[in-house]
């Protein structure tokens, strides 16, 4: 929403339209103060995702329909059981969504709070991997875990370069400022960028295709392919063009 409040007023000035709502929206939105009051959890240590949240829920197998006296019985399907109802509270599990203050730039460079961030992005039990980010902790409880039946875990495990796009664009920006943390940015930048374009060109050769996504315990490509998508993205890291 930052990001699009932000083309919007762009585009607004540019065809001569009037735009202070989106510069407006774009000033909320990007607010430090704001941000940490709605999302900074102690607990985590970290940003996350507030709403109703359930911290018990599990897949259960049931039949898909009656049984019925001479006939096979019916197939088992997978249903989504909730012990604890949801109710309002922060979804404690460090990912990729952790990361958009830093990857919107809304934090500034001295901040101790992307000091934290930077800090544990090289931690391999978190989102480190020799491949690239991966998009949700190794130790978070929904690491791997589907939702439903027919809803694997999409962005509960994979690499995906979009988002690693995101992070180098914002790890090169932070480097070129000064002081301890940009150091530390710089210091990241240049291994998470050689972690992704190895990998990348490795599946490339590989297997011929670009794809959709990475493995984040092999750095096999999966899902869709060709996939020349946003994980053509790797010929602007490439090229260092963020």
């Known amino acids: 929403m930052a990001v699009t409040s932000q083309l919007m007023r762009d585009l607004a000035e540019m065809l001569s339209f009037d735009g202070e709502k989106y510069e407006a929206t774009f000033q909320l939105l990007t607010d430090p103060d704001l941000l940490d009051s709605l999302h900074w959890s102690e607990e985590l240590g970290s940003y996350a995702d507030f709403g109703l949240h359930s911290r018990r829920a599990r897949l259960e197998a049931e039949d898909a329909g009656p049984r019925v006296a001479g006939k096979p019985p019916p197939p088992r399907i997978l249903v989504r059981k909730v012990d604890d109802p949801p109710s309002p509270r922060f979804v404690n599990m460090f990912g990729y969504v952790s ?3 830093m990857l919107l730039r809304i934090l500034k460079a001295d901040s101790k709070k992307l000091g934290s961030i930077l800090e544990r992005l090289e931690d391999g039990g978190l989102l480190w991997t020799p491949y690239g980010l991966r998009s ?3 130790n978070a409880p929904l ?4 939702n439903t039946e027919h809803d694997p875990p999409y962005w509960r495990n994979p690499i995906w370069i979009n988002l690693n796009f995101l992070a180098l664009k914002a790890l090169k920006e932070y480097s070129e400022e000064h002081g301890p943390i940009p150091a530390l940015a710089r210091e990241t ?3 998470l960028r050689v972690a992704v374009l190895e990998n990348v060109m490795r599946e490339y050769w ?4 670009i794809w959709e996504q990475y493995d984040d315990v092999t750095g096999e490509g999966k899902g869709c392919r060709p996939f020349t998508g946003w994980s053509s993205l790797v010929l602007l890291i490439m090229a260092e063009d963020y």
């Open 206 to 209: 590989r297997t011929g295709y």
């Open 136 to 138: 949700l902790a190794a």
């Open 189 to 191: 930048y240049g291994k």
């Open 143 to 146: 690491y791997k875990a589907r």
């Open 99 to 101: 990361l958009f203050p």
